[in-house]
């Protein structure tokens, strides 16, 4: 019995493909089914199909945060960072469907480091990208983001861009403006890499390894 089930997964797993896709395939599925509903930034993205039915996305852009991409392996790999952005499968996909989604598709980027980050106000601790071999990195730093009213649903980046915060309040005004703690996450670091190569990156890392937070069971 057990040997039959592994089988069946096996089955249904080699019959899953990994394509590039656009933006804009993307974007309808980012919208309109994963959780936050929210665009997050793009460089490349690719498609999980089940012979042309695409069941999964996975996405990669540079984040505009540059503390995030210094604070991984140093401001000389700055530059070779990648977030996973946005990881969503149809609920019906086979066992291990993201885990796969995410190990093919690495393999086609031009960037050697990963990070990502498991919501924890979403109930999440990060068991896909557990499951994709990641190191665990602790906690995202506690941090506040600047708000403006009426404005919450963008991203601070958006509507902050290049302003500190005394020119934020010039533009939107000093009554529209306010301070909001930023949640802290789950932060998982991958190196797409090789023996010496990947070695040399771990050697880089800025944080500390630490073991999988586990996902509590409630009785």
Not at 4 to 20: A, F, M
Not at 91 to 116: G, Q
Not at 120 to 130: R, S
Request: proline letters at 4%; hydrophobic letters at 35%; a positive charge.
């Amino acid at each position: 019995m057990r040997l039959s089930k592994y089988w069946s997964i096996v089955v249904e797993i080699s019959e899953l493909t990994v394509k590039p896709i656009t933006r804009r395939s993307a974007l309808p599925f980012i919208i309109d089914r994963h959780y936050m509903h929210r665009v997050p930034p793009i460089s490349v993205a690719f498609g999980l199909f089940n012979s042309d039915k695409m069941i999964g996305i996975v996405t990669y852009g540079i984040s505009a945060s540059t503390t995030l991409r210094r604070g991984v392996c140093g401001d000389n790999q700055a530059s070779n960072v990648y977030e996973l952005t946005r990881l969503w499968t149809e609920d019906d996909a086979p066992h291990n469907a993201e885990s796969f989604l995410i190990a093919a598709s690495v393999k086609m980027l031009d960037k050697e480091i990963i990070v990502t980050f498991a919501e924890i106000n979403a109930g999440h601790v990060g068991t896909i990208y557990q499951a994709a071999n990641f190191f665990y990195c602790g906690l995202s730093a506690k941090f506040k983001d600047p708000k403006v009213k009426g404005l919450e649903h963008q991203h601070h980046t958006t509507y902050a861009h290049g302003m500190n915060m005394k020119q934020i309040r010039e533009k939107y005004g000093k009554d529209n403006v306010y301070y909001e703690e930023r949640p802290r996450k789950h932060r998982y670091v991958f190196f797409n890499a090789k023996k010496k190569r990947r070695k040399d990156l771990i050697n880089l890392l800025k944080y500390k390894i630490l073991p999988y937070p586990k996902k509590q069971i409630t009785i």
